[in-house]
């Protein structure tokens, strides 16, 4: 059985650093396209950043220039360093990752960021 378990969340003020991290767990044969996800009070979930298995990333147009993913696969790893945190990016972080081409979840870890 494979898990994903994140840690790292907190309350933050405005301009303020955190950094989340996601480790896979369990019997793990191969390591995919790895994913944070984030859901605000009263909105759908989504995508943050993504990083393949090949280091490419992608961000959505709010993460662009503040937050960097990354991973290490040698630890079934993924991390997401938030920099300049805003009030708006208060949410839970959920990280994914496709791990033997199945999609798993962490439980998700709040985020808050007072202004």
């Known amino acids: 059985q494979v898990q994903l378990v994140e840690s790292g969340g907190g309350l933050v003020q405005a301009g303020g650093s955190l950094r989340l991290s996601c480790a896979a767990s369990?019997?793990?044969?191969?390591?995919?396209?790895m994913r944070w996800y984030r859901q605000a009070p009263g909105k759908s979930r989504e995508l943050v950043a993504t990083v393949t298995s090949e280091g490419v990333t992608t961000y959505a147009d709010s993460a662009k220039g503040r937050f960097t993913i990354s991973r290490d696969n040698t630890k079934n790893a993924q991390y997401l360093q938030m920099n300049s945190l805003k009030p708006e990016d208060t949410a839970v972080y959920y990280c994914n990752a496709i791990v033997d081409h199945r999609s798993y979840w962490g439980q998700g870890t709040q985020v808050a960021v007072s202004s």
């Open positions: 369990g019997s793990i044969f191969s390591l995919g396209v």
